[in-house]
Protein backbone atom coordinates (compact mmCIF):
# COMPACT_ATOMS: atom_id res chain seq x y z
CA UNK A 1 0.00 0.00 0.00
CA UNK A 2 2.78 2.63 0.77
CA UNK A 3 4.60 1.92 -2.55
CA UNK A 4 1.11 2.85 -4.41
CA UNK A 5 0.72 6.41 -2.06
CA UNK A 6 4.43 6.63 -3.08
CA UNK A 7 3.41 6.31 -6.67
CA UNK A 8 0.85 8.55 -6.69
CA UNK A 9 2.52 11.23 -5.23
CA UNK A 10 5.21 11.44 -7.42
CA UNK A 11 2.95 11.02 -10.29
CA UNK A 12 0.91 14.51 -8.92
CA UNK A 13 4.21 16.16 -8.84
CA UNK A 14 5.43 15.04 -12.22
CA UNK A 15 2.09 16.31 -14.07
CA UNK A 16 2.21 19.19 -11.18
CA UNK A 17 5.83 20.22 -13.14
CA UNK A 18 4.97 20.12 -16.51
CA UNK A 19 1.66 21.91 -16.70
CA UNK A 20 2.38 24.87 -14.68
CA UNK A 21 3.12 27.56 -17.25
CA UNK A 22 6.70 28.84 -17.16
CA UNK A 23 6.79 32.59 -16.00
CA UNK A 24 9.85 33.34 -18.07
CA UNK A 25 8.90 34.82 -21.52
CA UNK A 26 12.02 35.99 -24.00
CA UNK A 27 14.56 34.48 -26.25
CA UNK A 28 18.24 33.61 -26.17
CA UNK A 29 20.62 33.19 -29.18
CA UNK A 30 24.31 32.75 -29.67
CA UNK A 31 25.76 34.98 -32.32
CA UNK A 32 29.30 34.52 -33.54
CA UNK A 33 31.50 37.68 -34.15
CA UNK A 34 32.50 36.23 -37.76
CA UNK A 35 30.62 33.98 -39.95
CA UNK A 36 33.44 32.41 -41.58
CA UNK A 37 37.29 31.58 -39.95
CA UNK A 38 40.08 30.42 -41.21
CA UNK A 39 42.81 28.05 -38.86
CA UNK A 40 44.13 30.44 -35.98
CA UNK A 41 41.84 33.24 -36.58
CA UNK A 42 39.62 34.24 -33.03
CA UNK A 43 36.16 35.04 -32.83
CA UNK A 44 33.41 35.82 -29.91
CA UNK A 45 30.29 34.51 -29.41
CA UNK A 46 27.44 36.92 -27.59
CA UNK A 47 24.58 35.51 -25.72
CA UNK A 48 21.65 37.76 -26.61
CA UNK A 49 18.64 38.51 -24.60
CA UNK A 50 15.47 40.04 -26.70
CA UNK A 51 11.74 40.22 -25.53
CA UNK A 52 12.19 39.72 -21.70
CA UNK A 53 13.69 40.83 -18.43
CA UNK A 54 16.50 38.97 -16.64
CA UNK A 55 18.20 39.36 -12.89
CA UNK A 56 20.59 36.85 -13.65
CA UNK A 57 21.59 34.73 -16.67
CA UNK A 58 23.51 31.54 -16.25
CA UNK A 59 24.93 29.70 -19.59
CA UNK A 60 26.52 26.53 -19.99
CA UNK A 61 27.88 25.98 -23.64
CA UNK A 62 29.97 22.61 -24.93
CA UNK A 63 32.77 23.64 -27.38
CA UNK A 64 34.37 20.59 -29.79
CA UNK A 65 37.73 21.12 -27.97
CA UNK A 66 39.31 19.31 -31.03
CA UNK A 67 38.17 22.27 -32.94
CA UNK A 68 37.64 25.57 -31.07
CA UNK A 69 40.33 26.73 -27.88
CA UNK A 70 39.11 28.31 -25.45
CA UNK A 71 41.29 31.59 -24.94
CA UNK A 72 39.09 33.59 -22.75
CA UNK A 73 35.57 35.07 -21.95
CA UNK A 74 34.55 38.15 -19.66
CA UNK A 75 34.22 37.81 -15.52
CA UNK A 76 31.93 35.22 -14.11
CA UNK A 77 32.98 32.55 -17.01
CA UNK A 78 34.59 29.30 -16.07
CA UNK A 79 36.11 26.87 -18.19
CA UNK A 80 36.54 23.11 -17.90
CA UNK A 81 36.66 19.96 -20.31
CA UNK A 82 35.21 21.74 -22.96
CA UNK A 83 32.48 23.67 -21.01
CA UNK A 84 32.21 27.20 -20.61
CA UNK A 85 30.21 28.13 -17.65
CA UNK A 86 28.77 32.13 -17.79
CA UNK A 87 27.07 33.66 -15.04
CA UNK A 88 25.91 37.54 -15.16
CA UNK A 89 23.65 39.50 -12.84
CA UNK A 90 21.96 42.61 -13.58
CA UNK A 91 23.57 45.22 -10.82
CA UNK A 92 20.26 47.44 -10.99
CA UNK A 93 17.81 44.75 -9.98
CA UNK A 94 17.35 43.41 -6.91
CA UNK A 95 16.09 40.12 -5.90
Do not use: C, H, Q
Amino acid sequence: MKKKIYITIMFFLFLLLFTIPSMAAGNISLKPSKSSLTVGEEFNVSINLSGGSVATLTSRITIDTSKVEYVSGPTNTNFSNGRVIYTWTDPTRRF
